[in-house]
Nanobody, 121 residues
């Protein structure tokens, strides 16, 4: 009933930039917090950035000052602007959102399918 679809990943050189997008669609009553996670090969999935419905943001120390999370509530979309990319940013990036599908329904966490970001020269 609800889908999160990411886009914008790819191959970029160190120091470059990418902008990820994640659009939620389907039966949506309200979206609360939205987040970006990443998972590198052989490592656990980690939280990269989060944003509340009111626009309050939070970042992992490793990306502070380089990444910016934002959202367009009218479009049910969250973005991740990634600047000054480093090889250690290479990972599959996943979006995650807490969504209510009806006024009385529960708040449920949904995940996107992931998009690959590779930082390499």
């Amino acid at each position: 009933q609800v889908q999160l679809v990411e886009s914008g990943g790819g191959l970029v050189q160190p120091g470059g930039s990418l902008r990820l997008s994640c659009a939620a669609s389907g039966r949506i009553f309200r979206i609360n917090d939205m987040r970006w996670y990443r998972q590198a090969p052989g490592k656990q999935r980690e939280l990269v950035a989060a944003i509340t419905s009111g626009g309050t943001t939070n970042y992992a120390d490793s990306v502070k000052g380089r990444f910016t999370i934002s959202r367009d509530n009218a479009r049910n979309t969250v973005y991740l602007q990634m600047n000054s990319l480093k090889p250690e940013d290479t990972a599959v990036y996943y979006c995650n959102a807490d969504i209510k599908t009806s006024v009385l329904g529960p708040l449920t966490a949904y995940w996107g399918q992931g998009t690959q970001v590779t930082v390499s020269s």
